[in-house]
C-alpha cells in the first residue's frame, strides 16, 4: 500500500462522519484514517430505535459501518474495535470484528483491519483476525501502552511482535504499524521522542512497510485546558511538536486523535461548556465558553466563533467546511449543538494537518536534495 500522509484516528460518530461529508477531495485522498467503533452501552439500548428490535447490537453496528462506508467509498480505511472487550459478538454470536470487516468489504470498502498488540492473548480475538486473515493481507499493527511497557524488554517485545506475525502469516513489508501514545497531554516532547526512537530501533529489524506515531495533546475536560470561563488558550501540539523534531533523522508518519483526547468519557451533559478548538501551526487555540444551561446558553458560539476570526490564525471560509460554518456562526447563521462543533473542529484539523504534514515533506525534501547536490 502507498504511504499515507496522514492517518486521523477517528471515532466512528456522526460529528466525525459530517466533517469526512465535506472535505475537500485532495484532502480526502490524501488520509488513511483509522475509524474505532464506539461500544454499543446500556444509555444506547434505551433509545426507542432498539426498544422491540431482537438484534440491537447488529442494528447498531450496521448503521455505524454503514455510515463508515458511505464517507469513505472507495477510499482506503482502517478500523479497529480498541474500546470493545476483544471476545465481544454480536446477538448471533459472530465476532463484533468479523461482522464489521465482512459488511465493509460486502459494500466495496478497502479495509485494513488494525491488531492490537494489548489484546493479543485474548483468544477469540486472535481467531477472528485470523479468520480475516483468509481473506485480507492488508493490517495495521497498533503499538498501545502495554507494548510500550514490553519495549524495556526488547526480547520479549521482539518475541511477541515476531508471534503475532507468524501466527497471522503476515509480511511486515506489506503491514502499517501505529505507535500510540494516546494522551501525550502531559508528556513532555522529550519522553515522546525517546520513547518512538525506543519503538522504532526495535521495530527496524522487521522492515515495516510504513511506521507512524500518534497522540493527543487535547485533554478529556476543557477545563485543564482553559481554567477560566469565557477565556481562550495555546495548548502546544506535543505529538506534532516530536513528530517534526524526529522526521528529519526517521521515516516515521504522523497520526493524532483530531480534536477529542482517546480518554474522553462517552457521558453527555447538558452542563458542558461551549468550545471550539481550532488547529494552528504547532499548537491548538482553544475558545472556551461556559455551562450551555447558563447565561446565553447555545447562543455563546456566536461570541467563541468571533474569538477563533479576531484571534489572527483564522483561515478564512474557503479553506475548509469548517472554517465557513465559523463564519456562519459569527455572522449569527447557527449556533450548532456538541456534535456539530466536533464536526465544525474536526473539518479545520484534518484539513489543517493534512495541508502542513505535506508542506513539511516537501520542504523535507528539498532540503535533503540541497544537501546532496
Known sequence: MSKPKYIPILNAKQGEFDALTHIKPQTNGAIFPLFEL????????????????????????????????????????????????????????????????????????????????????????????????????????????????????????????????????????????????????????????????MANRLLLPFQFDHISMSGCSLTSFITDMVPEPDTNEVILRREYVAWKSLRDSMDIGFSDYGVVNPNSAEIRTPHANGKIRYTIPDNYFVARGHSRMHGNKGAQMYDLSQAVIDSGHYLLPPFSWGDGRIDDCANRKMKGNLKDWVAIDTSHHLQFVTMSVTEFERELLVRNEEEHS
Open 38 to 197: 464506539p461500544v454499543f452501552s446500556d444509555e444506547l439500548l434505551k433509545r426507542k430505535k432498539y426498544e422491540n428490535e431482537p438484534m440491537p447490537k447488529r442494528l447498531y453496528l450496521t448503521d455505524t459501518l454503514g455510515k463508515i462506508s458511505a464517507v469513505r467509498g472507495s477510499q482506503p480505511l482502517m478500523i479497529d474495535i480498541f474500546k470493545w472487550s476483544p471476545d465481544s459478538t454480536i446477538e448471533s454470536g459472530e465476532h463484533i470484528l468479523n461482522f464489521s470487516y465482512n459488511y465493509l468489504v460486502s459494500r466495496g470498502a478497502r479495509v485494513t483491519t488494525v491488531v492490537g498488540y494489548d489484546r493479543w492473548e485474548d483468544i477469540e480475538y486472535v481467531k477472528a483476525l485470523e479468520a480475516i486473515r483468509l481473506r485480507s493481507d492488508s493490517f495495521c499493527l497498533r503499538l498501545e501502552s502495554y507494548a510500550f511497557e514490553d519495549m524495556y524488554d526488547g526480547e520479549h517485545f521482539e518475541e511477541v511482535v515476531t508471534e503475532i506475525l507468524e501466527t497471522l502469516q503476515l509480511n511486515p513489508k506489506k503491514c502499517n504499524v501505529i505507535l500510540d501514545l494516546g494522551d501525550v497531554s502531559n508528556t513532555s516532547v522529550v519522553d515522546i521522542c525517546e520513547k518512538v526512537e
